[in-house]
């Protein structure tokens, strides 16, 4: 099973889907869609996707708030192998 991102530009998904695939967006902290995620029939799941604490790349410790759909498709394949 791949999982994949849907993408941060608040359109609807139009390709096609394979059933190997599974199509993440983002969800926010009240479990809705959050405003820049994609959306439609072709979407599979939401995940958690908006203002997530991680670190920062600069190298002083420090933790940051982003947000995308590229957080939520790594946590929805983390929780199926779970």
């Given at each position: 099973?791949?999982?994949?991102s849907?993408?941060?530009?608040?359109a609807e998904?139009?390709?096609?889907?394979?059933?190997?695939?599974?199509i993440?967006?983002?969800s926010?902290?009240?479990?809705q869609?959050?405003s820049f995620?994609a959306y439609?029939?072709?979407?599979?799941?939401?995940?958690?996707?908006?203002?997530?604490?991680?670190t920062h790349?600069?190298?002083?410790?420090?933790y940051?708030?982003?947000s995308g759909?590229?957080?939520?498709?790594p946590m929805?394949?983390?929780?199926a192998?779970?």
């Amino acid at each position: 099973m791949l999982f994949i991102s849907s993408g941060n530009y608040n359109a609807e998904l139009c390709s096609s889907n394979s059933g190997d695939i599974l199509i993440v967006g983002a969800s926010n902290s009240l479990d809705q869609r959050a405003s820049f995620s994609a959306y439609g029939g072709m979407l599979d799941l939401l995940a958690p996707g908006q203002s997530i604490t991680t670190t920062h790349s600069s190298g002083n410790n420090a933790y940051v708030t982003y947000s995308g759909t590229s957080y939520s498709a790594p946590m929805a394949g983390a929780l199926a192998a779970y």
